[in-house]
């Protein structure tokens, strides 16, 4: 028996439909509380507009996307409630990794039979699509279909159904990165 294969430690993570369950409450809360859903894109698309106005004040202001964003009133767009959304997003996976300790060492989840630096590659590739395809789309998967279903929305259920009939589409093709 190998005892080097045995005494490695698998990730603790929680239970899917518990998870599942948090999810909803999560999602109700905020809809009690701000009287709107999750978004994740819209905090960081704020960060992005703040970045570029406090670099180039002049090239925020004369770009129509950009000026959309800006607030009249002269305050910080940091001071959304998306932008603490985003940042509490990151901040409690963080937490979440530290207390099921996953938080030790950096992992890069793949199948054996490809490097760390295709899987990286893939994986920053498919982060650029989905980062465009969320601006094309007005919203991420949480914002246009978790919030989206949960309302009642037609389009949130267009879009959960085609990002996941999508994703199975093309898990075919690229299940050589995982499996």
Known sequence: MNTKLSSKRKPNYINPYFGGVLL???????????????SATGGLKLIVVTLVDKIAPEHAENNAYY????PKDGSSPLSNWLVFGALGTFFGGMLSGAISG?????RIEKSPKISNTTRLIAAGVGGILFGIGSQFGRGCSSGAALSGTSAFSFGGLIIMALMFGVGYVFAYFFRKLWI
């Open 24 to 38: 909803g409450l999560l999602l109700l809360t905020i809809f009690y509380v701000a009287g709107r859903g999750l």
């Open 67 to 70: 000026r959309m964003f800006l």
């Open 102 to 106: 996953r938080l030790g060492k950096l």
